[in-house]
């Protein structure tokens, strides 16, 4: 019994190893990128993360929802709060139950959070054969967030030719067994900035990143100013303690 339990485990842990290979070899390790947030004084490039808002509205906002972020903390991105009020107004959300219990549809307000672009899970596998997976914590969700998810939208390739894909299957050399269901969602030109700024896959992708990245984490700032401001704090009380004892050993002697 116990020798038909090993063999089991012995196959099911070579089955995803080989299974990789089969798709084409080792997976790519994601290169490191420049980040500004990267660093205990690292920020967000504000400027870089309103153009990714407008990437995720514009391209990920069909398939991927944001569940945990509020149009109202849109604010940290330097919008005022009547552009605010004016990008929540260009959404509707589920009202509260009528007096006849009936729920209807309202233009979102700045307290809303952004809507999924399904009514359910069941709905969004039926389109995407797939549950797309919420957007708000995904740079937190993997290793090295920030580089997997900016290598997952640069990383499509034609297959090489001894990979055969079946239908709705796209080659990622980043993705675990280079697989993926999602269709490349970028290319260049296919947004245009009004800034000036490269319209290249490249771009797009750096852009939406620092945005996903602040969506995981909005007070990242913040408790990086604390972080400094307590090792202030730690130095200051270190040497003032030390000058105390220092004064008193030499009054002993």
């Known amino acids: 019994m116990n020798k038909k339990i090993l063999l089991i485990l012995s196959v099911l842990l070579v089955l995803p190893v080989t299974g990789a290979f089969a798709s ?14 990267e660093g205990p004084f690292g920020t967000f490039d504000r400027e870089s993360m309103q153009r990714g808002l407008k990437i995720y509205r514009e391209v990920c906002a ?39 219990g009936e729920v209807n549809e309202r ?13 359910n899970d069941n709905a969004a596998k039926a389109a995407n054969n797939a549950l797309p997976p919420d957007l708000s914590l995904i740079t937190k969700a993997r290793h090295d967030g920030p580089n997997y998810v900016y290598a997952i939208l640069t990383g499509y390739e034609d297959p090489p030719a001894e990979v055969e894909l079946l239908g709705g299957q796209h080659y ?9 269901a999602m269709a490349p969602p970028l290319s260049d030109g296919a947004i245009q900035y009004e800034d000036g700024s490269l319209q290249t896959t490249g771009q797009y992708a750096h852009d939406v990143v620092q945005f996903l990245t602040w969506a995981a984490e909005p007070s990242m700032e913040a408790r990086k100013r604390t972080g400094v401001k307590v090792l202030i704090f730690l ?6 303690f030390y000058g105390i004892k220092k004064k008193i050993w030499v009054d002993a002697h």
């Open 172 to 180: 990622n050399k980043y993705m675990s067994g280079h697989v993926i």
């Open 62 to 100: 069909a398939c991927h929802s944001l569940k945990r972020i509020a149009f109202r903390n849109l604010t940290d991105l330097g919008y005022s709060e009547d552009q605010v009020k004016a990008i929540a107004a260009e959404y509707s959300v589920m009202g509260e139950p009528d007096e006849e």
């Open 235 to 240: 130095i200051i009380f270190a040497s003032v």
């Open 24 to 37: 084409g070899g080792e997976t790519a390790h994601p290169p490191s990128q420049s980040w500004s947030f």
């Open 107 to 119: 233009t979102a307000l700045p307290s809303d959070r952004f809507p999924s672009p399904y009514p």
